[in-house]
């Protein structure tokens, strides 16, 4: 039944492929015949192209015009157009978000029309995007609602039952049995085509799996092809009773909402779960939200404070068939589910990296940006410094006052070293 699921989305994921291709080359043949139109080009990383330099080199640019150096340590007035440039450059193309929307694509890929220019290109693309429209609403949508009711029921049934089991290896070895189980179900109601690389790296029992966080569903993705311990809030409600249900079989980690606060119970309860090494790798996303998959933004520290052996795990969405990023802003976790499961399929490849370990002299933060480099690296994602919960909050006060001390250290701290070097000299004298 399984082998049979399997094809089935193959023969999906060919089908639709080839559907793209054509729609891409009618929409390319429709421009070609109406230069009117303006050809889309491919989107850029960003409208503006950025100076790589430090704020020392780019303002001793600007201060070359005047013949003053920048060593000289005194306010110039020409400074303040580099925080001019810096502030426009933010408004015009601010970087950061960017991140938290939809990633745009090129190309019609028949689910939504992210371009002007595809409002209309003939009659048949037209005709082909409400068959579409008819096969993935009337046909796929049912199918796909029926799969992930059943995988759900038999994840709270399965692991209930589990539970009731004394705490051997029978248990250990059926609750990873029914939650691997309830998970690929749960992924063909998606119709997740899931490729895995470079399976010899998988996390082990014992240790830390960290990813970038793309969606909900990453879980899904990822327990699709291993066991693994979840980490989060205690909710009430459906999540409450799937919760409670998992952790008789399994000792995931749970925390109140009062306990989420305490930095340190958190830190000693998964330090704890680390230090067994028969307990299953912990699944965390360190990055704290969703990223619309072109990039990836600061790791949190705390993941890396715990100790043991770090799994990084790379994950990137095609987004041809699907858009896999939850807008939490825009979509309630509803909204998402139903665009998920009206999409062509669900293709995403998973790249298991080699473990890692903080090496000597190394802080949790130059860890964590390590991992978070990796991961980028191997995913092809844009690796950012900031931080993920821009998306909610304000920037920080400890940002400016970076941006400021940084200015002061050029100004007036060269200028009062300048003032103490003679004093130096006259003393050593």
Known sequence: MTDLCEGGMDDLWSITTLLLQWATLRIQRGHRDRPTLPVPAPLPNGLIQREGGSMEQEMGELRRYRTQSISRGEFALSDSFYFYRKGLESIVDDQVTQ????????????????????????????????LGVIIRYCVLFPLRITLAIIGISWLVIGTTLVGFLPNRRVKNWLSELVHLMCYRICARGLSATIQYHNKNNKPQKGGICVANHTSPIDIVILANDGCYAMVGQSHSGLM???????????????????????????????????????????????????INN????????GSFEIGGTIYPVAIKYDPRFGDAFWN??????????LRMMTSWAIV?????????????????????????????HQGGLLDMAWDGSLKRDKVKEEFKEHQQKMYSSMVVGKKARNSQEPHTESSKS
Not at 103 to 125: A, M
Not at 328 to 337: C, G, P, Q, T
Not at 353 to 374: I, Y
């Open 294 to 301: 072109t990039s990836v933004m600061m790791f949190k520290k």
């Open 348 to 376: 995403v490849n998973v790249w298991y990296l080699p473990p890692m370990t903080r090496q000597e002299g190394e802080d949790a933060t130059k860890f964590a940006n390590r991992v978070k480099s990796a991961i980028a």
């Open 99 to 130: 991140r938290f929307s939809s990633e745009e694509l090129v190309s019609w890929n028949l689910l939504t029309r992210t371009n002007h220019n595809f409002h209309y290109i003939s009659l048949r693309l037209t005709v082909i995007w409400g």
């Open 328 to 337: 939490s802003a825009k979509y309630n976790m509803v909204s998402y589910l």
């Open 240 to 290: 409450g009773v799937i919760q409670r249900s998992m952790v008789r079989s399994c000792p995931h980690v749970w925390f109140e909402r009062s306990e989420m606060r305490d930095r340190h119970a958190v830190t000693s309860r998964l330090r704890a779960h680390v230090a067994a090494k028969r307990n299953l790798p912990i699944l965390i996303f360190p990055e704290g939200t969703c």
